[in-house]
């Protein structure tokens, strides 16, 4: 499709464990944002690419998130050690550029840490 | 303070009613501002942009007070289908800052 594409759409894992979510942006997007969104609660900035920038990491929560983009395209987040408090929806969104304020939005991977 | 803040509702409201909403920031030198919807469970979709004059798209009208900074969203005419989170996004500018509020919940209810 021509959307943003996210995988796994559901994960559970044991705490401790690690994970890697995944997220496809729309062809052509050079910007990639990471948020997550617990129940109820409204969205928090993870990370964010834009080309070949520096990534603007200032919203990883911890040294056990991380993140990368490969060619400009595909991201991953990977978060280690993985803690109960992981538990949330983490949604990938991509846009044309910055500023634009229209971002197309994945349809997010959840995720259960036990 | 936070940087962007909105009344989490819910607004329960009949059909064919107007609703409004508002939302708050802190940061004076916001530049651009957005109103997303979110449908239960679902992502987050871009609904209108907030234009310094106002905008009106259909049954939905945006505007801006910089002054007192705030922006608005009313609704009027409401439908069943307008059941949803609607969402404040603010852009600060020097690279990504964009900041949602935690959303005001709407149920358009018969």
């Known amino acids: 499709g021509a959307g943003v594409s996210q995988s796994p759409s559901n994960k559970v894992t044991e705490k401790g464990k690690d994970v890697e979510l995944r997220c496809d942006p729309i062809s052509g997007h050079t910007a990639l944002y990471w948020y997550r969104q617990s129940l109820g609660q409204g969205l928090e900035f993870l990370i964010y690419f834009q080309g070949n920038s520096a990534p603007d990491k200032s919203g990883l929560p911890s040294d056990r998130f991380s993140a990368e983009r490969t060619g400009g395209s595909v991201s991953t987040l990977t978060i280690q050690r993985t803690q109960q408090e992981d538990s949330a929806v983490y949604l990938c969104?991509?846009?044309?550029?910055?500023?634009?304020?229209?971002?197309?939005f994945g349809e997010g991977s959840r995720l259960t840490v036990l | 303070r936070k940087e962007v803040e909105q009344d989490p509702g819910p607004f329960n409201v009949p059909e064919g009613a107007t609703v409004a909403f508002n939302c708050t920031y802190s940061?004076?030198?916001?530049?651009?501002f957005f109103w997303y919807r979110q449908d239960c469970r679902k992502e987050p979709k871009l609904l209108m942009s907030?234009?310094?004059s106002g905008n009106e798209d259909g049954r939905f009208t945006a505007q801006l007070n910089r002054a007192s900074q705030y922006i608005s969203l009313l609704i009027r005419d409401s439908k069943l289908s307008d059941s949803a989170t609607y969402l404040c996004v603010v852009f600060t500018g020097g690279g990504n800052k964009l900041t949602f509020g935690t959303g005001t919940q709407l149920k358009v209810e018969l």
């Open positions: 969104a991509s846009s044309l550029g910055v500023g634009t304020g229209e971002l197309f």
């Open positions: 907030v234009y310094s």
């Open positions: 940061n004076s030198a916001s530049q651009s």
